[in-house]
């Protein structure tokens, strides 16, 4: 079956330095990705997401980038901030979507 | 502009007891999707509905659990006779349109005495 995971379970980072957290896939007609934040005792929130037609997104301080050929999107945070730690989740579909494990992302001050 | 609301945010039940959740989707919203998530793990999609209509339950366990979204009001899960093992968090997104990125509430706690 499709599964979604992640390359590694915790991240530790100092304040002002690049995140990059990884995400594989499994099922190569997957077409859209998704990338949420989750806070503790919060629900999912929407970061960015990407299409299988292209292979890198940019918003605001995040990068979303696709590698189709071996089935891998990362996520890039740029001047990581203490806010910004909390759990990262890649999710794959539309309607039904698969979500990865998870990497806790902490950010030193 | 409000978003998901769920409600309530933590429910306590005893083993054999009934909880039902509940989903407002964010104004204009008309298509609403539930998700699980245990301990320390991923959310796993369990329904997806449109006004009046199930669209995909292929994540719903096939017994004890319904849902609904009926054509006023917010939209309901349902767990009969529910076990320990039914203790987690359970989300609920909402979207305008049928292909677009799903937004989250902040979900229900659950937990079986």
């Known amino acids: 079956g499709e599964s979604v995971g992640l390359h590694l379970p915790t991240l530790s980072v100092q304040e002002g330095d690049n995140s990059i957290i990884n995400c594989a896939y499994s099922n190569s007609a997957s077409d859209y990705f998704i990338w949420y934040k989750q806070e503790s005792g919060k629900g999912p929130q929407f970061i960015i997401d990407i299409r299988s037609n292209m292979d890198k997104r940019q918003g605001q301080r995040v990068t979303v980038l696709l590698n189709k050929t071996v089935k891998h999107l990362s996520l890039q945070i740029a001047a990581t901030q203490p806010g910004d730690s909390a759990v990262y989740f890649c999710a794959e579909g539309i309607r039904r979507l698969t979500f990865g494990e998870g990497t806790q992302l902490t950010v030193n001050p | 502009n409000a978003g998901v609301m769920q409600n309530p945010r933590h429910l306590v039940r005893r083993r054999g007891q009934e909880a039902r959740l509940r989903c407002s989707p964010m104004k204009g919203h008309s298509h609403v999707y539930w998700y699980r998530q245990l301990p320390e793990e991923g959310l796993k999609f369990m329904v997806y509905?449109?006004?009046?209509?199930?669209?995909?339950e292929s994540g719903m366990p096939k017994e004890r659990f319904s849902a609904e979204f009926p054509k006023e009001g917010p939209s309901i899960l349902r767990i009969q006779q529910v076990v320990r093992g039914d203790s987690a968090a359970y989300f609920c997104?909402?979207?305008?349109?049928?292909?677009?990125?799903?937004?989250f509430g902040d979900g229900t706690r659950l937990s079986i005495l």
């Open positions: 997104a909402s979207t305008r349109d049928r292909d677009q990125p799903q937004h």
């Open positions: 509905l449109q006004k009046e209509n199930i669209i995909d």
